[in-house]
T-cell receptor, first 116, second 109 residues
Framework: DAGITQSPRHKVTETGTPVTLRCHQTENHRYMYWYRQDPGHGLRLIHYSYGVKDTDKGEVSDGYSVSRSKTEDFLLTLESATSSQTSVYFC???????????????FGPGTRLLVL | SQQGEEDPQALSIQEGENATMNCSYKTSINNLQWYRQNSGRGLVHLILIRSNEREKHSGRLRVTLDTSKKSSSLLITASRAADTASYFCATEGAQKLVFGQGTRLTINP
């Protein structure tokens, strides 16, 4: 998985509780992404980062926030988890920027989150 | 708003046969990529084809791209049990990579 780890790998939490997922990379890639994967929807982009402290929203950002204080770490926070946020969350990294025609993404192993 | 849509959604074939999956998209692209996902794992990049390319090979994989029809196909030749996985196309346009919903491929022994 290209030097990308995610923690925790599995989590069960209750509605209304805050949850933070961590993505850690050892590749020194500039770009990092958080996706969620749900049956019938494929992969959908939540947030992405194009550098330390530089982040932007993706397709399904409502209810999520992110932070990137170091190149190697990208955190995804669910401020108040809801059952609709039950999903598998994937972190990805890339070396080149989107839109330049060279972007290949490398994915972490995923985090399974269940919100009861 | 998914850009790529794979067809079929599921495909089951016998080991040794060829598997073909298709991807259609809606807007202009810089490139189109195919990824594989084994059960319970992250996606793994397979191959990238640029918008000015028509065909590309990598081992047992053959990808074609028809920009006039806004479609691509992934052919896996001489399939093996280990090819059982979900396959996703992803299109890169002006901005971020957009993934389709995937084709679930099952190789039967």
């Amino acid at each position: 998985d290209a030097g990308i780890t995610q923690s925790p790998r599995h989590k069960v939490t209750e509605t209304g509780t805050p949850v933070t997922l961590r993505c850690h990379q050892t590749e020194n890639h500039r770009y990092m992404y958080w996706y969620r994967q749900d049956p019938g929807h494929g992969l959908r982009l939540i947030h992405y980062s194009y550098g330390v402290k530089d982040t932007d929203k993706g397709e399904v950002s409502d209810g999520y926030s992110v932070s990137r204080s170091k190149t190697e770490d990208f955190l995804l926070t669910l401020e108040s988890a809801t059952s609709s946020q039950t999903s598998v969350y994937f972190c990805a990294i890339s070396e080149s920027s989107p839109g330049q025609g060279r972007e290949t993404q490398y994915f972490g192993p995923g985090t399974r989150l269940l919100v009861l | 708003s998914q850009q790529g849509e794979e067809d079929p959604q599921a495909l089951s074939i016998q080991e040794g046969e060829n598997a073909t999956m298709n991807c259609s998209y809606k807007t202009s692209i810089n490139n189109l990529q195919w990824y594989r996902q084994n059960s319970g794992r992250g996606l793994v990049h397979l191959i990238l084809i640029r918008s000015n390319e028509r065909e590309k090979h990598s081992g047992r994989l053959r990808v074609t791209l028809d920009t006039s029809k806004k479609s691509s196909s992934l052919l896996i030749t001489a399939s093996r049990a280990a090819d059982t996985a979900s396959y996703f196309c992803a299109t890169e346009g002006a901005q971020k990579l957009v993934f389709g919903q995937g084709t679930r491929l099952t190789i039967n022994p």
